[in-house]
T-cell receptor
Framework: AQKVTQAQTEISVVEKEDVTLDCVYE???????LFWYKQPPSGELVFLIR??????QNEISGRYSWNFQKSTSSFNFTITASQVVDSAVYFC?????????????FGQGTTLQVKP | EPEVTQTPSHQVTQMGQEVILRCVPI?????FYWYRQILGQKVEFLVS????????KSEIFDDQFSVERPDGSNFTLKIRSTKLEDSAMYFC???????????????FGDGTRLSIL
């Protein structure tokens, strides 16, 4: 069965600190996609990244970086030099071959609070 | 950049009433979805729709729910005889252009907050 676990319920940091959000996933499929979405206080879901199971290269986009490790079934997200505007709930999600419709299975989310 | 639009942003309805949530997916996407997020909880899959029919639905999507694509642009979620526990944020998403469902990541609308009184 597919499952996404975000063990950190809430994280609080001071501005300019680096912070890593953990995501562990379970799937029996060899082909799958992993996602991160940001949900700011206004409530919308903002797509951040998609990574397929065959691409283990880490990715960096500005202050954001993602570390995908198949050996540990983890897809962690790091924000460097955090800012107050990064305060949001962050969701990790999985889509695998058990569904041919591309549905997303979300983790519980991690609430990140960045204090000035 | 094209986006998914949802209306209304907030809907307040009396228990037992019918409600229709509306969505306009991104125009060249082929797969459409509804998700639900009860306050403070994770986002849950309700239903996916492809080629004018439901392709997958979750256990949550029981007989009180239905979806429709009445024309070439709108995608609606109808909830018949609403219950208090239907209060949640409902997100519409679209994805997948030609080449398969994974060809484009799912993009979400801003959500409709449904409050059942």
């Amino acid at each position: 069965a597919q499952k996404v676990t975000q063990a950190q319920t809430e994280i609080s940091v001071v501005e300019k600190e680096d912070v890593t959000l953990d995501c562990v996933y379970e799937t029996r499929d060899t082909t799958y996609y992993l996602f991160w979405y940001k949900q700011p206080p206004s409530g919308e879901l903002v797509f951040l990244i998609r990574r397929n199971s065959f691409d283990e290269q880490n990715e960096i986009s500005g202050r954001y970086s993602w570390n995908f490790q198949k050996s540990t079934s983890s897809f962690n997200f790091t924000i460097t030099a955090s800012q107050v505007v990064d305060s949001a709930v962050y969701f990790c999600a999985l889509s695998d071959g058990s569904s041919n419709t591309g549905k997303l299975i979300f983790g519980q989310g991690t609430t990140l609070q960045v204090k000035p | 950049e094209p986006e998914v639009t949802q209306t209304p942003s907030h809907q307040v309805t009396q228990m037992g009433q019918e409600v229709i949530l509306r969505c306009v997916p991104i125009s060249n996407h082929l797969y459409f979805y509804w998700y639900r997020q009860i306050l403070g909880q994770k986002v849950e899959f309700l239903v996916s729709f492809y080629n004018n029919e439901i392709s997958e639905k979750s256990e949550i999507f029981d007989d009180q729910f239905s979806v429709e694509r009445p024309d070439g642009s709108n995608f609606t979620l109808k909830i018949r005889s609403t219950k208090l526990e239907d209060s949640a944020m409902y997100f519409c998403a679209s994805g997948g252009m030609g080449g398969g469902v994974y060809n484009q990541p799912q993009h979400f609308g801003d959500g409709t907050r449904l409050s059942i009184l």
